[in-house]
Nanobody, 124 residues
Framework: QVQLVESGGGLVQAGGSLRLSCAAS????????MGWFRQAPGKEREFVAAISGSGLTTNYADSVKGRFTISRVNAKNTMYLQVNSLKPEDTAVYYC?????????????????WGQGTQVTVSS
């Protein structure tokens, strides 16, 4: 069982930045690939970024490439999402997720554990 807790969300103006964190419980963090998803009001949950267990492989949604950076520090059981050049359309609840297995996946049904989410609101 893995428990995930997100933090770092908030209200920011367009063009601003935030760093989201996801703290995981357990002793085998590196054996889980991790991902970030987001859900805006009235919309389906969508893939944002994913990272392999080792941290060497990453994948991004086209809408965030060049603006968002996913990373992890396995010694700290923590994953991060640096979000830069924020746009109003980035407004959503951001969820971190973990999947058994170390390879990157981009669909939400391939993830086994989810956090409660952290709200990111971007004002224009």
């Amino acid at each position: 069982q893995v428990q995930l807790v997100e933090s770092g969300g908030g209200l920011v103006q367009a063009g601003g930045s935030l760093r989201l964190s996801c703290a995981a419980s357990g002793r085998t963090f590196s054996s889980y690939a991790m991902g970030w998803f987001r859900q805006a009001p009235g919309k389906e949950r969508e893939f944002v970024a994913a990272i392999s267990g080792s941290g060497l492989t990453t994948n991004y949604a086209d809408s965030v490439k060049g603006r968002f950076t996913i990373s992890r520090v396995n010694a700290k059981n923590t994953m991060y999402l640096q979000v830069n050049s924020l746009k109003p359309e980035d407004t959503a609840v951001y969820y971190c997720a973990a999947r058994r297995g170390v390879t990157v996946r981009t669909t939400f049904d391939e993830y086994d554990y989810w956090g409660q989410g952290t709200q990111v609101t971007v004002s224009s």
